[in-house]
């Protein structure tokens, strides 16, 4: 995809990315391929990496949502982040005469408040047209990568995240088990030589509890493995807060199989266990499993 190409699907938006007008462009994006799709969002991620370049930290820069009479805000972290999105929606003449002169930011009040949903409706044209879920950050907030050797070494952390979400809420006791569990092993020598030997920087890992079928994905992409794990989220059901630290032990012991297989890594080591993570007795298991039993004729019967 040449620049020409990408920039006039930006005209699309019609000057700002927000809920109304990007559908257009998620249609059109959807229309062309997945190959496409991705063109499209490497080159939205390198224009906004040459906005990050230009000196627009500190700005102050209204928003077409700020209260009438309110002083603009010089923006920063997140904020920046949408601005530079917005930038980018405004279009080709406003993107490159605000990069000659970062100053003329200010003689427009911007849109920012819904611009990242240009970085959706990639993602979602993504979906659309591949029937895969777009794998890690979106379009735009990729981690920048690192250069040099690809050995870790202890200056290189963390090389690992985890990221439990679901459409209900995760049980307390499993999801600090999770970042427990994932701190012990960013601190293992161990753990740092195994991943030493991927091609990879870094390992990025999603875990969703829905309702929906479960499923496994492991995709390298720009330097990363991004990998998306779909749990049902009855797993939760009936154990205490002992048995739910056991069980995210164990579910991160089985997903970083999997990911060593998909990329034909060595056997990962053990999976550091805390001690109040404690699997359920099998009477407790009998009792969870009758109870499971009793829910689902309950469910035939109503």
């Not at 020409?4 to 462009?25: C, H, K, M, V, Y």
């Not at 920046?80 to 930011?105: C, E, T």
């Not at 040099?148 to 439990?164: V, Y």
Request: charged residues 25%.
């Amino acid at each position: 995809m040449t620049e020409e190409e990408f920039w006039s699907l930006i005209d699309l938006l019609g000057g700002a990315a927000n809920q109304r007008t990007t559908p257009a462009l998620t249609e059109t994006l959807a229309q062309q391929g997945k190959g496409r799709v991705e063109e499209f969002a490497d080159l939205l991620a390198e224009n906004l990496q040459r906005l990050k370049s230009e000196p627009l930290s500190g700005i102050s820069v209204r928003d077409v949502n700020d209260p009438s009479g309110a002083p603009p805000v010089p923006l920063f972290g997140d904020s920046l982040i949408h601005l530079h999105f917005a930038v980018v929606a405004a279009g080709s003449s406003h993107f490159q005469q605000i990069r000659k002169n970062p100053n003329q930011v200010t003689d427009f009040a911007w849109d920012f408040s819904e611009s990242d949903s240009l970085s959706e409706a990639v993602s979602t044209a993504y979906e659309i047209t591949s029937g895969q879920p777009w794998l890690g950050p979106l379009p735009g907030f990729c981690i920048d990568e690192l250069e040099g050797s690809n050995a870790i070494t202890a200056t290189d952390f963390p090389w690992l995240s985890l990221a439990p979400h679901s459409e209900n809420d995760i049980p307390t006791a499993y999801f600090e088990t999770v970042g427990i569990v994932v701190e012990m092993i960013h601190t293992d020598p161990q753990w740092r030589t195994w991943w030493s030997r991927a091609e990879q920087r870094e390992l990025s890992i999603e875990i969703e509890y829905t309702s929906q079928p479960e499923r496994n994905n492991v995709t390298l992409r720009r330097g990363q493995a991004w990998a998306s794990f779909r749990r049902n989220n009855s797993r939760f059901r009936g154990l205490n807060k002992n048995s739910l630290a056991a069980l995210a032990v164990t579910d991160i012991e089985e997903i970083l199989t999997l990911v060593s297989k998909s990329l034909g890594l060595p056997t990962p080591p053990q999976v550091p266990r805390p001690a109040h993570a404690t699997p359920p007795t099998r009477k407790h298991e009998a009792a969870r499993a009758r109870l499971e039993e009793l829910r689902q004729r309950h469910r035939k019967h109503s």
